[in-house]
DNA sequence: CAAAATTAAATTGCACGCAATATAATTTTG
DNA sequence: CAAAATTATATTGCGTGCAATTTAATTTTG
């Protein structure tokens, strides 16, 4: 006998149309990530930055001076990924690592003129990136409300277990 | 002469604002897939499966014996990505590859019975996946849409150049 | 205060992801 | 039909991500 409507609606079916890619949030997002890396690309591409670089920026030109730890939860990443990134940022000429002198352990990043000067050119591929979206600035608000709060979502999950 | 003082900082503050890692959508999603991926972990290293090679095998489950090519479109990915991939997968004992009698530049990608029965064990992990997310189905379902159109504009966009 | 525990970065190893190139098979064309 | 163009896959090189380990500095504690 077929269920009712409510139990359709709350209930993931056993069934192949459930396993499809093109219903899965998890694949839509990991799609989106990618049409997204690939379209920031051509415009970081003259900079010198990959997109990971360009996110560090972003953080750096919200709070300059920072440590490698802060960025690391500013972005969710950790030093197996941050440390040798931000040596070719270095590298680049776009930032500079320096040992904290109160505290020997951390290393504090800071932006150098020319990755100061970058903030500027960055407002024009942050309109870009809007037109290439083809949304509203409703929709793109909407959108991020609500996949900061599916990642809050999975990271409090991840932390309970 | 200059502006004055409120001027000034009410126009770089809207500015700064637009940067801010917290308004920008690409973040947002950005930070979601590694949610995904990280929740996913768990559930799949059980299996010898990373999060890629899953996807792999949710097309494999939808559509048997697909050509690599075929695979890469279903997932946006080239052979750079998945011939070491569906390598891994078939030394993993998942996957058959096997060159296409009727074309041999073709490699025919096709389940193992291993491969074949982990299908049973997806449905729970979609049901983890699910709740792990937070969300109601029609939430889920609204996302979904949601991204897919944005990743459609993206791509169409960087078509037209 | 010295030993133990904690913390911050860096390093190593492996798996993507992608651009660029290479190789081999098939199709097109002149 | 043979040369040229196209197509499918594989390979190489580089930059993430992340788990696991290492190293050095600081904090805790017995």
Redesign the pocket.
């Known amino acids: 006998m077929m269920k009712n409507d409510r139990d359709a609606v709350e209930t993931i079916e056993q069934d192949d149309g459930a396993l499809a890619l093109g219903q899965q949030l998890c694949f839509a997002i ?1 799609s989106a ?3 997204f ?2 379209t920031y ?1 051509p415009l970081l591409d003259p900079h010198g ?5 360009y ?1 560090v920026m972003l953080a750096l030109w919200q709070d300059d001076n ?7 939860e500013a ?15 270095e590298a680049s000429g776009h930032v500079r ?1 320096k ?11 800071s932006l150098t003129d020319k990755g100061r000067d970058l903030k500027k050119e960055a407002f024009g591929i942050l309109q870009e990136i809007g037109k290439a979206s083809g949304c509203s600035l409703d929709t793109l608000r909407g959108l991020t409300a609500e996949l900061q709060g599916l990642t809050e979502n999975l990271k409090r999950l991840r932390a309970a277990e």
Not at 49 to 53: A, E
Not at 99 to 109: F, N, S
């Open positions: 990991y990530a990618h049409a890396n690939r690309k930055l990959t997109y990971p670089q996110l920072q440590t490698v730890k802060a960025i690391g972005l969710s990443l950790d030093s197996g990924t941050l440390s040798p990134l931000l040596k070719r940022l690592r040992r904290d002198r109160k505290d020997e352990r951390q290393v504090l990043i």
